[in-house]
């Protein structure tokens, strides 16, 4: 009888992990399922603030218990319980994100595995400065000129506008026309 | 959720008493109990060294063994911890070995500078490793074997200073056994491999040690 008010005072008693252990160990599964629960409980929000999805949290919470019920022997019920659990708990999660972070590498792909079905070679171009500068000179010959000053000389279209004697705005309209022409000869 | 509470209720049936672990401190004593059993075992198979006697009364030799069982000590009862999840709540005493080898590198430092002139090399050299290594492979097999029944939760060093634990048992033995004097022969053969076995230690851990 004075076991069992013992008991059941323990067992209500849900903050006191150790003697809730003490009693599991004991073969008491009553006081295990309440371990196991208030457990779970205490380790929720420890693996929420660190994985993003609910499903996630179950999963390991359930792989934490099992490891719980397989470790159990290397507690004895004389220290705390809490860095106990905490320590597998945090080794299982450990284990999980290593797990997660290599599936992740394994499922990317690497850039050798796809390079044959591209395209071509992305990174290079068939125009060179010798095909854009044979172009610019098939232009009419005002719009080459200014071309050839601005990007070859490094003029501005206000000094190209006073060395051609033009105004400014329209040196950057015949420029702009140029550029679209060129744009489509490169393009073919 | 659901799942968590068929999971606890699948537990909670299947539990029965359990015999809880013994004391690390136990524990480490057993191992340091049967392991000088061992060394004693071995040595009597092998043999003392003739000049044991002789260099039992020089200070440095004397103090490479004491800092040497030093070594085995503290490995001993840092396993025995590392085989715990929490280490027992004793993290520093998990972590002795570094004092240990601290202790260790120091005698060695002074015994090289000591040993003048210097010792001549002996005409062998790898056999020593090979030699530490046979007789630390039981030790190592047995320590590991009996750490999976624990629940390590540093699976990498728990693996790296078992071996250390069965490597000192090795070099002690042939400290004992072997005649040789000289402090850079046993720094290359006996201790520099000790070390590299260490390392080896925490691969094999992590693939030994997983629960």
Known sequence: MKSYIINMFVTENTDNFEALMILSLNGDQRAYASLLKETSRLLRPFLAKRLSFTNEVDDLLQEILISIHKARHTYDGKRPYKPWVYAIARFRLQDYLRAHYSDQLRQALDLSEVEESLPEYVTETAISYESIRREVQKLPAKQATILQLMHEEGYTAKEVAVKMGMNESAVKVAAHRAYKILRKKLEK | ?211
């Not at chain 2, 392991?35 to 006697?53: C, H, K, N, Q, T």
């Not at chain 2, 530490?132 to 030790?139: D, E, K, Y």
Request: aromatic share 12%; glycine share 4%.
């Open chain 2, 1 to 211: 959720m659901g799942n968590i509470d068929d999971l606890i209720d699948k537990l909670a049936r299947d539990t029965a008493v359990v015999k809880p672990a013994p004391h690390p401190y136990l524990l480490s004593l057993q191992w340091m109990g049967v392991a000088a059993a061992y060394l004693i075992l071995a040595l009597v198979f092998s043999g003392l060294r003739p000049d044991l006697m002789l260099n039992l009364q020089q200070p440095w030799f004397v103090t490479e063994i004491a800092a040497l069982v030093c070594i085995f000590i503290a490995t001993s009862l840092s396993a025995a911890l590392l085989a715990f999840p929490d280490l027992h709540q004793k993290r520093s005493a998990a972590f002795a070995p570094a004092l240990a080898f601290v202790l260790f590198l120091l005698v060695m430092f002074c015994a090289w500078n000591a040993d003048s002139p210097p010792a001549p090399l002996p005409v062998h050299s790898f056999e020593c490793t090979i030699s530490i290594t046979l007789v630390a492979l039981l030790p190592a097999a047995w320590t590991l074997y009996v750490m999976r029944k624990y629940a390590s939760t540093h699976c990498r060093w728990a693996g790296s200073i078992a071996l250390l634990f069965a490597f000192s048992v090795g070099a002690l033995w042939l400290r004992l056994y072997e005649i040789n004097d000289s402090i850079l022969h046993v720094v290359e053969w006996h201790y520099l491999p000790m070390i590299v076995f260490g390392l080896a230690g925490l691969w094999l851990g992590k693939t030994v040690l997983k629960w």
